[in-house]
């Protein structure tokens, strides 16, 4: 991966900035590519369900609690229990929903206004329309609810919260949910480019922050899945193997794991914003993880091309 990941970048012109970094449990940390900061994008989730496991960790909730217990204000609308576990697994049934973010001057809405499909809000209202957990059904809805359920259970905002429970502790420090701060580090940002054409003002704004608005690195999001495959070893402080066990399983078939997209010899998480593009994923088997972020949103092909080499080389 190390020799061969430029080539496939190289002869996709729709990538004109890219990242990768690559590290083994107990080896080094290799970077690559642009000293850039993306957008995680979907990544974001996976970080968010890593946060959320601590928490359960820690008794503040259980996995199998029904969510409207804790919920303030805004609860969930329709029928049937709806749990953490499904929350994190897709497998809640809520409304389906890919969140394309805020262009640059537009105006924000607030999670509750997402939440309920309210101006300025761009994406419909979130309820439960499937049977919640008889199916896998992949939406960012899971994830606006979820951090609207961790505000209200720690009382504390949701980029601060994950910086307490994952991004200090795992040391990721080029990442964050605020959404401010790619403008405090705008020479360092990368832009991102849609059909060939650049993003207008760089990107977009996410206030479904759990599900689509961390900014971090590929060196970071390898620090986090390494971190993860420890914890699964059983060798991290930082969350028990048995819910890292779970993390990193079905929890219906052909379905994630809590948080974590399951491939043939590895787990992790994909990624696509308005934009940008990305993958962080371990294969256990080798003890390595990798991580490629773009200024590209319509390079899946590409992207897909570098698991595959990453699958050869490490299963």
């Known amino acids: 991966m190390r020799e061969s990941w430029r080539d496939p970048v ?6 004109s900035r890219a990242a990768i970094a690559v590290g083994r449990i107990g080896g080094d940390l290799w970077t690559d590519g642009d000293d850039l900061l993306f957008p995680a994008c979907s990544i974001s989730k996976h970080v968010a369900a890593f946060g959320t496991l601590r928490l359960v960790a820690d008794a503040v909730l259980g996995l199998d609690d029904d969510i409207n217990e804790h919920l303030r204000g805004w609860r969930l609308p329709g029928e049937g229990t709806v749990t953490v576990r499904q929350l994190l697994s897709h497998t809640a049934g809520l409304t389906e929903n890919w969140f394309p973010g805020y262009a640059a001057g537009s105006p ?5 206004q997402i939440l309920r499909g309210e101006p300025p809000a761009n994406t419909p209202a979130v309820r439960r329309e499937l049977t919640p957990g008889a199916v896998f059904r992949y939406s960012g809805s899971h994830y606006a609810v979820l951090e609207k359920l961790l505000e ?4 504390t905002p949701f980029d601060a919260l994950m910086d307490q429970l994952v991004l200090a502790p795992v040391g990721m420090v080029d990442s964050n949910y605020d959404q401010g701060f790619p403008h405090a580090h705008r020479r360092r940002a990368a832009r991102g480019h849609r059909d060939g054409m650049p993003v207008p003002g760089g990107w977009h704004t996410q ?8 900014w971090s690195t590929p060196a970071d999001l390898v620090r986090l899945e390494l971190e993860i495959a420890r ?3 059983g060798d991290s402080p930082l969350l028990p193997r048995d819910l890292a066990g779970q993390m990193v399983t079905a929890q219906v078939p052909g379905g994630f794991g809590l ?11 994909t990624g696509q914003n308005t934009g940008f593009s990305c993958f962080s994923f371990v294969w256990p088997a080798a003890a390595t993880a990798a991580a490629v972020m773009t200024d590209a949103e319509d390079c899946r092909d590409t992207l897909r091309a570098l698991i595959a080499l990453g699958t050869a080389e490490w299963t």
């Open 10 to 15: 190289a002869d996709d012109n729709r990538i």
């Open 231 to 233: 914890a699964v070893a």
């Open 207 to 214: 206030p479904e922050r759990a599900g689509a608005g961390l």
């Open 152 to 155: 209200d259970v720690t009382g």
């Open 108 to 112: 924000v809405p607030s999670l509750d």
């Open 259 to 269: 948080g974590a997209e399951l491939g043939a010899g590895f787990y992790g998480h």
